[in-house]
């Protein structure tokens, strides 16, 4: 299982993208004289709202009962500044190596993941310390909420319809790869995910749209139309 949203598990997302035949069957074409690379951005991370005993067990495992003890209560917002460069090479490595992305890779409750995607072929994936210092050609923002249900398997294409996603790229382009939208997520949901924050209660909302727009293999063809509705509905042509 890796941890999400973590680099390891954008590693493995990338992976799984680069060896998807049905990502290879409708990209053609993608990235082919414009800027193909897409942005995940992931908002809201509740690092104030979350402590050390809120994370997955496996996350302290190593420590002694208890030193555990004593910093369960520390949330992730002060777990950088309380654990200083003295303490911090005495924890496992798994401690240290959260601490770190949680310095480098959250910036303003915000994690962007950047993915180099032409044609079929992912050609990087990083997350970025720096999200001004690199364009891409098209900005998918959820919360960390949103992001969670798509990697438990919701649609992608339900998460579109009723906001918890939006895209932002050139609208033409998106009409025609409509479908692509809908296949990011259901390779999302194939790789072996244990979450890093607590998972949310249900919504009836959003489980109707899920359930009218839950694909088999692929974004079914009705979904599709709908998604395709709403892309034109935000498009000025």
Do not use: C, K
């Amino acid at each position: 299982m890796t941890l999400f949203p973590t680099e390891q598990w954008l590693a493995q997302y990338g992976r799984r993208l680069d060896e998807s035949d049905a990502l290879d069957d409708i990209s053609a074409g993608w990235g082919v004289g414009f800027d193909g690379d897409i942005r995940m951005v992931i908002d809201d991370v509740p690092l104030a709202e979350t402590t050390l005993g809120d994370l997955p067990p496996e996350v302290l495992a190593e420590l002694p009962e208890d030193i555990r003890a004593g910093v369960e209560d520390v949330t992730l917002a002060q777990a950088p500044e309380r654990f200083g460069e003295h303490i911090r090479p005495t924890l496992p490595e798994i401690v240290q190596d959260l601490l770190r992305q949680i310095e480098e890779n959250i910036h303003d409750g915000a994690i962007h993941a950047h993915i180099g995607l032409r044609e079929g072929s992912v050609t990087e994936v990083e997350t970025l310390t720096d999200p001004d210092a690199r364009d891409a050609g098209f900005l998918i923002h959820g919360t960390l909420t949103t992001w969670q249900g798509i990697l438990d398997g919701r649609p992608a294409v339900s998460a579109l319809l009723t906001n918890d996603l939006t895209v932002q790229g050139n609208q033409v382009r998106l009409l025609r790869y409509a479908s692509m939208l809908g296949l990011l997520g259901e390779v999302a949901a194939e790789v072996e995910t244990t979450h890093l924050f607590a998972e949310p209660g249900p919504s009836v909302t959003r489980e109707v749209v899920d359930a009218a727009t839950r694909p088999g293999v692929t974004v079914g063809r009705s979904a599709e139309r709908q998604v395709t509705r709403t892309l034109q509905d935000l498009s000025p042509f």
